[in-house]
């Protein structure tokens, strides 16, 4: 049954009608937003957003109003308990038998925990291209596949190479004539 299918998922699934009122809501949006069924039906879909991205629902209510698929879009939203989480919305319109939008489908995924990860990643990068770049002599890692995976300011100069340009090379490449090595490859 295509209900339960829909009340399975973990993807917060919102039917809205073209005025922006919710009319359906998924167990996934309960969990993901906190909002009970009879919370959100009827509700303008503004509840979920925070005021400093309203502008994104005009912008998007243009693009379905010509019948577009907003594919993944990233975003911000509010659970009921005031807290942003980060938000992968496709949004799709909904036609009758005429062709006539109707409602529109939000499939959303909740990807807080992604980007707080990702942003954790760039600030340890950046802790590191800080020490690194700091250390006087060239200065590389390498994986488990001894591939290159960092390298310093001074390593690059050092052989010849724009930055970033050995990331992902094997360390072989450090020991014999670039050229030598790319053709052997």
């Known amino acids: 049954d295509a209900a339960a299918i829909v ?20 167990q996934g949006a309960e969990r993901v937003y906190g909002y009970t069924v009879s ?3 009827g509700q303008p879909i503004e509840m979920l957003v925070p005021h400093d991205r309203v502008y994104e629902l005009n912008a998007n209510a243009e693009k379905i109003q010509r019948g577009e698929k907003i594919d993944h879009f ?16 496709t949004i799709s ?13 939000d ?6 925990r992604r980007v707080q990860a990702q942003k954790e990643i760039s600030r340890e990068r950046a802790f590191l291209d800080t ?16 591939n290159l995976t960092h390298c310093n300011q ?3 100069r050092m052989f010849g190479y724009a930055p970033g340009e050995l990331i992902g090379q094997p360390t072989a490449i450090l020991y014999a004539n670039p050229k030598d090595y790319q053709s052997q490859g």
């Open 7 to 26: 009340d399975s998922t973990d993807n917060a699934i919102i039917l809205k009608n073209r005025d922006g009122l919710i009319e359906k809501w998924n």
């Open 39 to 41: 919370e959100a039906l």
């Open 74 to 89: 990233e975003t911000i939203r509010l659970t009921k308990q005031g807290r942003r989480i980060h938000v992968s919305s």
């Open 93 to 105: 319109p909904l036609r009758d038998s005429d062709g006539n939008i109707t409602h529109f489908i």
């Open 107 to 112: 499939v959303q995924n909740d990807i807080t």
């Open 131 to 146: 020490i690194v770049n700091g250390v006087p002599d060239a200065l590389f890692f390498v994986d488990l596949d001894r």
């Open 154 to 156: 001074k390593m690059y």
